[in-house]
């Protein structure tokens, strides 16, 4: 796709919008799976394509459709911090 390697289907991306209640428990799964990912994937980038709802539960901040987030993230897969870079 991006021709960076082969592209997986990662539950823990699925939205949650019409199930509300399993906002906490998808970001959870969400930042164990990053941790995971970051243990494994030696010096290749980690590049997640995923909804709104989960962006906003593990952001804390509504992004625009098609904007892109470059985040850095702690070993437990939680955000430090981010830059937006906006869709044209």
Do not use: C
């Not at 625009?64 to 830059?83: Q, T």
Request: glycine share 6%.
């Amino acid at each position: 796709l991006l021709n960076v390697g082969p592209v997986t289907i990662e539950p823990a991306l699925a939205s949650f919008f019409d199930e509300p209640q399993l906002a906490a428990a998808r970001n959870s799964r969400l930042q164990s799976f990053i941790a995971h990912a970051l243990r494994s994937k030696g010096d290749q980038a980690l590049i997640l394509v995923t909804h709104h709802v989960n962006i906003l539960e593990f952001m804390g901040q509504n992004i625009g459709s098609g904007d892109m987030v470059l985040a850095r993230v702690n070993p437990d897969g939680h955000l430090v911090d981010y830059k937006l870079f906006r869709s044209p």
